[in-house]
């Protein structure tokens, strides 16, 4: 290959690349806004040439995403109308799932000679043969409750956490000796990295969605947002995070046994992080509740998964000698 020829594919995998990154942030925007209410079927969406500004790509790039989009049935687009979110009343638990992705799923299956009907009891075996525990180790307690719910929701570890704050050199907490895996931030990698060595322990470090600050909450802080949080050190982590969001002056930081909750609008969109919610005690916090937010970036969770595979498949070896 010559080196225009290299240079030109270079530029093509880049465009794949951002297309690819676009096309998921545009996703997460449609199908979380229509989780918390944001979004509802028939409302128009950013033309392809607003969206090429605030990515500071080729509008045709963005075409090529909301045509992913369409093909996925997620979204609509009208010739000379401009493009809407589609009306997914009728298709069942499936929302969001296209049937070209689960097509691909099958018939790689097939090509390593795994029949369809075989294919969820191979998955299955590949992450529920061993009941994994993962320990979090980050600042705050609400990055614990959070990290803590999305290793046990969306991957299925047994998870439990420890301040960082709180490990000192006389000796390993508990949840760290039986752990499995130790996930942290990045501000406590080298520390977790040394600690995981000697204990023999894989360390992942996981890194927070890029797509939060341009996905579902640049959209939500068009107006007040309310956040509940149990500190306000993990406060200051939000404000610094989307500091460079536009709207950043909605963000409505409240400190839950600081603040007062009940000047929440009843119509205001509210997040409440998970360690206030595992702790409210009865109280009752006014606002419209946004649903939970993913917040493991996709590289991070490929990395998850690896470790979760690899451990069940080396299970179900041992287990077949």
């Known amino acids: ?26 996703r997460s925007r449609v199908l979380r806004g ?15 040439r607003d969206l090429a500004a605030e990515f500071e790509v080729d509008h045709r790039i963005v075409l090529a995403a909301y045509r992913t989009l369409s093909n996925e049935q997620l979204i609509e687009m009208r010739a000379r109308g401009g493009v809407y979110v589609a009306d997914r009343r009728g298709s069942g638990g499936l929302a969001g799932i296209p049937a070209s992705w689960l097509t691909e799923i099958l018939t790689e299956g097939l090509v390593r000679e795994i029949p369809a009907p075989d294919l969820h009891e191979w998955l ?3 992450t529920e043969t061993l009941r994994l525990r993962a320990v979090v180790v980050v600042s705050t307690r609400d990055q614990v409750h959070g990290l803590s719910r999305e290793l046990t929701d969306d991957f299925g570890f047994e998870a ?26 990045a501000a406590h990698a080298d520390r977790m990295r040394t600690l995981g060595a000697e204990l023999k322990k894989p360390v992942q470090v996981v890194e927070v969605r890029p797509d939060l600050v341009v996905g579902e909450w640049a959209m939500l802080l068009r107006r007040p947002v309310y956040v509940v949080v149990a500190t306000a050190e993990f406060g200051e982590m939000i404000r610094k995070f989307f500091a460079e969001v536009k709207g950043i002056e909605n963000l409505r930081l409240v400190v839950i046994g600081r603040d007062d909750v009940s000047l929440i609008p009843a119509d205001a969109p509210t997040y409440v992080t998970q360690s206030v919610r595992a702790n409210l005690s009865g109280v009752r916090i006014p606002g419209r509740i946004l649903p939970s937010v993913r917040t493991i970036s996709t590289k991070s969770a490929r990395e998850i998964f690896a470790f979760i595979v690899q451990s069940n498949v080396e299970a179900m070896n041992r287990l077949a000698c």
């Open 1 to 26: 290959m010559n080196d225009r020829a290299a240079f030109t594919t270079s530029i093509q995998l880049n465009l794949l690349d951002r297309l690819e990154d676009i096309v998921e942030v545009l």
């Open 34 to 48: 229509l989780e918390s209410g944001t979004l509802v079927p028939g409302d128009r969406l950013p033309s392809g």
């Open 124 to 126: 299955r075996r590949c």
């Open 160 to 185: 439990e956490g420890v301040l960082a704050s709180e490990l000192v050199e006389s000796g390993t907490p508990l949840p760290l000796r039986r752990a499995d895996i130790i996930v942290t931030t």
